[in-house]
């Protein structure tokens, strides 16, 4: 219900207003005739630091809108600075090129069309595909840092390698579905910290081009004018209350709900079960909320990212994942969004890999979570409680063709086939109660693709923007590449800030 | 968009409005502002005439209220008047104990709590068990005509028995979560009537009680006060517009959108591939995005009724369902609901029926659409595409287990279980889109359990209430018992009116 964090109906019945900003009476949304005066005014106001927000801000601003950006926290950046930075991009990109990568717009849309969620959206695939070349080099000339290099490993690079298939392109049945190729774009650092740079540079970047960054400033609750149009914004400004106008409009970019457990529990269920809310601390779902209350459209509420743990380390795909049946369900070389998704939304939540004596998991076996061993395929069957004779089965039916060099059920790609060689045999649980399941939210408001939020009956609500997790983007379930979402943040955040400072000018 | 159906923002913009109602300017809904006469006024207004919405209006008007329902359609009664009209009661209901049937409201509670979705609102679960003895009384009251027969048969009766096991309470899982009851409170009549007796009975009871009841009349827009409560309804009366005031409050019981082909397109993709969309020619989601249109948040909206068409004849269970890798994914003795959830959500649409030489389709082999037919299993398997040795796995591990009256993977009943005998081997094809598949859906506005229409804040829109499938109620995916719709629609649709009826009174 979230009323801990925002204005609640009775304290806008109340009548919480300072002597600047008085607020009669009110709901979910305030009519324009409650706000007695105005603290601040701006052409363009834009909700939330992470790269959506920021990026909307950049190109307000260099739309020539007077911009301010506000963030809840008292640290700049959002979810994204938390993230690994990536952006999904391809068509021929000028890092794909210094590479002499094979890529086009065809094959990226394509798999991105094919390779996830039935029925997407194709107006957004179609122009973020036809886009993400000249999307790439705003980026490069933001000043965002890229390596010239290329990395084959599977997951996100830990060395300064730029370039790399931060998708399922690989995976049966993607590759069948289109041309794969390496899309994801990473800034070139040691660590995960693409998403920390990707974020310094664009503050940076936004601070140089006079936007007014504004920290510890929460919006609450949507101020309309008669006609629907949004007027303006109360906000909590270090913790006062206080009325923003907005003169060309407003846009959302405050992230997602994963940390909103009422929300979570309502929208998304099998999220709310994931063990680990991904996200930063304002992933309130303030943004969707506010949209919500003045009529906005919202979809996907019930997807996210559910990302199971299964690799690094990529040696350990020879073995299988199976599931409650004991049976395997999708080839396990999937990105581990694919198969998060199919974990978390249907198969109940529950998995496990299931390794034999020729695993090395180096490093990494502490991410594991061990649910059996045993010295024998049976013996592990009954100790994991697995139905009788039921991994047998799959055993014996997947070594059998396995030791062939085949897979005919997931087309398992030759360097992960291999039959399973002998004890001692191990389960690993890839429950998302049990295992690091990280997840977040891809529900949210329903946009043009320029940003524009529309209503239930399809009409844009006037001066109301969009970006980032706070909309339905381009992340759908199953979320097939790291990069769609800090791309769809990016991207789509640029259209709503060209679209916004284009926006007429509203009634004082 | 549903631009073809409703009141467009162009239109409302233009004025379209009569004489009576003049609008000037408007946008989703409409501020009370703009309305500058209203053409009529009743204290609580009813839009839709199906089970929920005369349920409604029944009880509104017996706690004193005036009372107007309004209904799009030239007919009244909605798309309950062609269902199987099933109510799911229990706890000892009056047909129960003349049954001699052992039920109890904790054994209902449990089954509806835990063998269906994860997370389910228990407010309106613990209410609709604890009052199913009354709720079930309430219908004989008003004359709904039960038969004191039983039937054993899965699936509608189609002779008069009145209560049956209408849903998955006797299969694996189900069967360990809860004691299994009959449950399935059917009006006793021949054929697939009851949804038609249900209505008539409750149309007049309605009109006996001096509801005004109007067809042709359909609900357009909101109009909202400043203050955010319900101030009344923009309605097209026989292709006229006009403003209706409300002075107690408005229940939104139009029913669900499996007509509305974008609506569902953008939030249920699986249902929209669905070979049937099934419901009557109302359920285009207006209520829906009327209640959205004015802040409702929106619940489960992806969810729906998928019914994959396994029996009758039961007697076909003995063969087995698989999926696209030719596995065995549930119970084939499921609900149809649960089954077709599995399909269509899970299986990626796909399934199939595998049926042998003892097979008996009776009268309704015309009901199945064969996918391929063969002497060996590895030839049907060929036959189908599945992959290589995948069908003859599966269906050697079925009949290994058979043949000592096991199945561990999913405990079918003995009745449906029994080894695979010989050819020839039938595959029926299950798919959601080649396979008569009727889909409705389950998404709608969030209430309170007194119908109260809830803002994404967790606030109540003053004025504003709603039942039925406009609602997210009791049906959640998956779907585990047929009655529960009806159910809901009747249960709630009762107190959503005893709750608008004493509703304050609004500003004239």
Redesign the interface.
Known sequence: ???GR?I??RALLAGAGTAAATIA?????L?R??VKAWDGSTDVLVAGSGAAGVSAALAARAAGARVTLIEALPKLGGSSAMSGGVVYAGGGTELQRALRVEDSVEQMFAFLSRAG???PPLDKLQRYCEDSVAHFDWLLDQGVRYTEKFTAAKGLPMGDESLYFSGTEQAWPARELATPAPRGHVPGLQGMNGGRHLMEVLLQRARGAGVTLRTRVAAERLVVE???RIAGLLVRDNDQPRALRVRRGLVLACGGFIHNR?ML???A??L??CSVPWGNAGDMGAG???G???????????QGFAIAPVYPPEHVLSGIVVNA?A???ISEESYHGVLGDAIA??QGGRAWLITDKGADFGMHQDNFVMAGEANTIGDLAVNIGF????LQ?TV??YN??AETG?D???RKSAPYLRPLLGAPYRAWDLSVDRAFFPAHTFGGL?TTVDGQVL?????A?PGLFAAGRTTAGLPMAPYIASGLSVGDCTYFGRRAGRAVAAHPVGAA
């Open positions: 219900m979230q009323r925002g609640s109906r009476a009110g709901a979910a949304a009519p005739s409650k969620a039935p029925h008669d006609d629907g009422a529990q309502r929208y269920p099998q709310f079960d969707i909320n506010m919500i209350a003045v009529g906005a459209a919202a979809l996907r509420m019930h049946s049976q395997r369900f939304y249907h139905p009788s004779g039921a089965h014996a039916y059998r063709f085949e005919p059920l997931f329903h209503d239930s009956f399809g009409d609500i």
